[in-house]
């Protein structure tokens, strides 16, 4: 299984400012995922990051509010932009394992806007 | 309706006891299905897939009903350790995206 790590694990960030998550992992992969997981519900697919591609936002995320970067195999950036208090959630970034249908997922960003 | 439906519990059972969750799903096309574990303010990690034969690991056996479209997993012999929150995550067959249910949580007493 990889090993994913994530920085920084949390912040508390004022309202209007922006935020760059950073994934590392400790193995090339071709794809990499963003999910937001927010207070007491489950998780919600951002977008998915191809190295050398834009990346692939789902419907109600846009690159202006999340933009993605993915200079390697091994590394991602996802930016929380011009951050509400509704932003406020747990970030993950995921790897796909053997197969897409699996992934290994990172520790997680805990933001909290204020 | 949301696409991936599971009744968020909690479930409060005593070491020992035997447990299951029912998922439901919305979207016929739906490919794969997958029983996921997440600890208190932990990340995700899958614990089984969900064949169409059903299948067991130990303690734990998944099964898929396409006819009612529903996926369900049973625990046997309840641990103090199983207390977490169990996610259902469905694929479709376009996009090969993981969409997630909102949980159930599950929480073992002594």
């Known amino acids: 299984s990889a090993v994913i790590s994530q920085k920084p694990s949390r912040d508390i960030c004022q309202r209007g400012t922006s935020l760059t998550i950073q994934c590392q992992v400790d193995?090339?992969?071709?794809?990499m995922f963003w999910y937001r997981q927010q207070p007491g519900q489950s998780l919600t697919l951002i977008a998915t990051?191809?190295?050398?591609?834009?990346?692939?936002?789902e419907s109600g995320f846009v690159i202006d509010k999340f933009p993605i970067s993915r200079p390697n195999l091994t590394f991602s950036t996802l930016t929380v932009s011009n951050m509400s208090p509704e932003d406020s959630s747990i970030y993950l970034c995921?790897?796909?394992?053997?197969?897409?249908?699996?992934?290994?997922f990172g520790p997680g960003t805990r933001l909290t806007v204020t | 309706r949301k696409e991936v439906e599971q009744d968020p519990g909690p479930f409060n059972v005593p070491e020992g006891a035997t447990v299951a969750f029912n998922c439901t799903y919305s979207?016929?096309?739906?490919?794969?299905f997958f029983w996921y574990r997440q600890d208190c303010r932990k990340e995700p990690k899958l614990l089984m897939s969900?064949?169409?034969s059903g299948n067991e690991d130990g303690r734990f056996t998944a099964q898929l009903n396409r006819a009612s479209q529903y996926i369900s997993l049973l625990i046997r012999d309840s641990k103090l350790s199983d207390s977490a929150t169990y996610l259902c995550?469905?694929?479709?067959?376009?996009?090969?995206?993981?969409?997630f249910g909102g949980g159930t949580r599950l929480m073992v007493k002594p």
């Open positions: 995921s790897v796909e394992g053997g197969t897409v249908y699996e992934q290994y």
């Open positions: 193995s090339q992969v071709t794809m």
């Open positions: 990051a191809n190295q050398g591609s834009e990346a692939t936002y």
């Open positions: 979207n016929s096309a739906s490919q794969s």
């Open positions: 995550v469905v694929i479709r067959r376009a996009g090969n995206m993981l969409t």
């Open positions: 969900v064949y169409s």
